[in-house]
């Protein structure tokens, strides 16, 4: 019979360096999961990347056990990196901080696409260009499937 769900937590942490430590101990340790647990298994499925925030959901059954899905990190981050900018801009429909090529939002959109609501590469990367005009970042160059970007 399947573990009756007690309750989900979603949390960001860097990979590979999950500790007890605000956010992660009072998140769990306000739900009774075992924190170290949780963390020793979080560092061994994200050593892999180290240092990169990822998305965490957990969860938590009525026994205390939990389970847990790490998911991509966040379009946003990858556009900080990818445009070399330490931060999005406080006007981004008037001073803009950088840009990106739609390479670079195809990139993005093939690593995000398992936690994307969308069905096609197309929409994936029109998601990804909205997140990096929203940041203001100008996306240079024409789509890959023509017309306006």
């Given at each position: ?20 430590a605000p956010p992660v101990g ?124």
């Amino acid at each position: 019979m399947a573990k009756e769900i007690e309750t989900f937590i979603k949390l960001q942490v860097k990979g590979g360096q999950a500790n007890p430590a605000p956010p992660v101990g009072p998140a769990l340790g306000s739900k009774g999961v075992n924190i170290m647990e949780f963390c020793k298994r979080f560092n061994a499925k994200t050593q892999d990347t180290p240092g990169k925030l990822l998305p965490v959901v957990i969860t938590v059954f009525k026994d205390k056990s939990f389970d847990f899905v790490v998911k991509t990190p966040p379009a946003a981050i990858q556009l900080l990196e990818l445009s070399k900018v330490a931060k999005g801009s406080p006007e981004p429909n008037r001073k803009k901080v950088g840009s990106v090529d739609w390479n670079q939002i195809e990139e993005i959109a093939k690593i995000k696409m398992p936690d994307l609501n969308a069905f096609s590469l197309e929409s994936a990367m029109k998601m990804v260009a909205g997140t990096a005009r929203s940041m203001g970042l100008t996306v240079s160059g024409t789509p890959p499937w023509g017309g306006e970007n």
